[in-house]
């Protein structure tokens, strides 16, 4: 079992930033690859970014690369998302996510964070 503990998120304005954090515990150790992804309302929950288990390996979605950046602490189990130039359009529930596999942690993780809202204003 993985728990997976979001934090950070909050309210800005367009043009800020934010940094999301999430806090991993139970089975996972450094070994579980670690992804973001959000959600709006009516819509799929989408891929934001993945980072490998080591940290050497990082996956962004076209509408943030550039803006975001994924990292880890392994000594912490923690996983970072610095979202910068923040858009009204980045409005949305951002989830945490972990799983062995690399394919899998960033099309159908294996467990996820129970979300954390992030509001950009206009």
């Known amino acids: 079992q993985v728990q997976l503990v979001e934090s950070g998120g909050g309210l800005v304005q367009a043009g800020g930033s934010l940094r999301l954090s999430c806090a991993a515990s139970?089975?996972?150790?450094?070994?579980?690859?670690l992804a973001w992804f959000r959600q709006t309302p009516g819509k799929e929950r989408e891929f934001v970014a993945a980072?490998?288990?080591?940290?050497?390996?990082?996956l962004y979605a076209d509408s943030v690369k550039g803006r975001f950046s994924i990292s880890r602490d392994n000594a912490k189990k923690t996983v970072y998302l610095q979202m910068n130039s923040l858009k009204p359009e980045d409005t949305a529930v951002y989830y945490c996510?972990?799983?062995?596999?690399?394919?899998?942690?960033?099309?159908?993780?294996?467990?996820w964070g129970q979300g954390t809202q992030v509001t950009v204003s206009s």
């Open positions: 139970g089975r996972t150790g450094s070994s579980d690859h």
């Open positions: 996510a972990a799983d062995r596999s690399p394919v899998a942690v960033r099309t159908t993780p294996g467990y």
């Open positions: 980072i490998s288990w080591t940290g050497g390996n990082t």
